[in-house]
């Protein structure tokens, strides 16, 4: 991954409808060689794929709320039946499991209070293996920007991943 791979990368995180002309023009290449080289940062993995990012509020979708879990076992089992919950919820952004004393931290996005109590009560308590839970509700969203810094790979020090 050269200095042109990383110039295209951020533009496409800017703007991923960009063409292959529009791209060259922001790049410094021709647009066949920024055709190509999306093309081979697509077939690599780098780049995973393209979304529209809509707008939560247009939405109805009002309130952000991460929520850590606790499991009262650790089996192989209760994580998987939380796993197989979490993924069949589209109210479920993002999940993570962590290290520390919640096993699990949850990002939701509902409509209202009424939606966020209904998944607490009839959904997650109610989970085979769930100990306990607390949630946090977003007041305001100071940041979301859903790039990745490449700043790294800028660097004549460091050596960029494999393509």
Do not use: W
Request: with cysteine; aromatic share 4%; proline share 4%.
């Amino acid at each position: 991954m050269d200095r042109f791979d990383i110039k295209i990368l951020e533009a496409l995180q800017r703007d991923g409808r960009l063409t292959s002309q529009e791209l060259a023009e922001e790049v410094g290449l021709s647009s066949s060689q920024c055709a190509r080289r999306r093309a081979l940062l697509e077939k690599s993995g780098v780049i995973e794929g393209y979304h529209a990012r809509l707008n939560q509020s247009a939405l109805g979708l009002d309130l952000i709320v991460f929520i850590q879990i606790a499991l009262d076992t650790h089996s192989p089992d209760a994580s998987k039946r939380l796993l197989s919950l979490l993924n069949s919820m589209p109210e479920v952004s993002e999940a993570y499991s962590m290290t520390g004393s919640t096993d699990y931290h949850v990002k939701l996005v509902v409509p209202d209070l009424k939606g966020l109590s209904n998944i607490i009560n009839n959904k997650l308590l109610p989970q085979e293996g769930v100990s306990h839970l607390k949630s946090s509700i977003v007041l305001d969203r100071l940041k979301e920007s859903g790039h990745l810094s490449l700043n790294h790979l800028k660097s004549d020090n460091k050596k960029a991943p494999p393509q």
